[in-house]
């Protein structure tokens, strides 16, 4: 996460948010239990769509999504603090808001790219994809970097990039038939990543997704794209600037 004074508390938090593969779901103890009303909190993986509102798979069998369907208030702690010899001095994300099922293709699709080994049961008859819409979120940035944000602050507009999430999937798909190299020296040159094969699992406006394994990395861009040429260009840029890096 950038530590421009300058950039806006929402943009670094969606830079949180958007970078980690999971987070920590609380919900409240649903009314016919003891523990009624009490909070619950479970570790669940997470996708974002191009707004930054979190997207979640969860199986009605599991405790978190029947206090869901009694009460649809969560909050969801991202935590950017990987890595960090002193965890408090990193980043973290709390974001409350109003959870529902999604029966939107473009959910499902978002959320397997992210999570391809998901489509193992996403099917399954239990299992159901939800979207939750931020009401308000908490940052803290660091020792003495703490700011509540606001929903429109925290949600990225993206009404006017319906061309890139159309075609997101083709873009991604060409992007790792045909440019893994380029993508490989995002992951290693701008981003410090180690090891061979990454790969891209999303772009949106602000950025891309990239996946090796069970390690997930996030390369913002210089500035938002609203379609598929400004985001050619805008990868083009990032593979001169990662080669000039050699």
Known sequence: MSADAATSPGKLARAVVRGVDRAALATLGRPDTPEA????????????????????????????????????????????????????TGPRVTVQGIAAPSAEPKVRARFLARHPGAAM??????????????????????????????????????????????????IVAHMNADHAEAIQLYATRLLGCSGDG??????????????????????????????PEAARAALVALVKRARAKG
Do not use: K
């Not at 009694?70 to 002193?86: I, K, Q, W, Y």
């Not at 819409?133 to 944000?149: D, E, K, L, S």
């Not at 006017?160 to 997101?168: K, T, Y």
């Open 37 to 88: 009303g009490a909070p619950y909190a479970s570790l669940v993986l997470v996708g974002l769509d191009h707004e930054a509102c979190p997207l979640l798979l969860v199986s009605q069998l599991a405790d978190h999504t029947r206090n869901l369907q009694a009460d649809p208030r969560v909050s969801l702690l991202f935590d950017g603090t990987g890595g960090l010899a002193e965890p408090l």
């Open 121 to 170: 049961y996403a099917d399954f008859r239990d299992f159901a994809f939800w979207r939750v819409t931020p009401q308000r979120a908490h940052m803290v940035a660091g020792f003495g970097r703490i700011h509540w944000i606001e929903p429109q602050d925290m949600r990225f507009d993206a009404s006017r990039a319906a061309s890139l999430a159309a075609a997101e999937a083709d």
């Open 198 to 227: 990454w790969a891209m699992t999303g772009i949106d406006p602000e950025g891309i997704d990239l996946r090796r394994g069970g390690e997930v990395a996030r390369l913002g861009f210089d500035a938002p794209v609203s379609d």
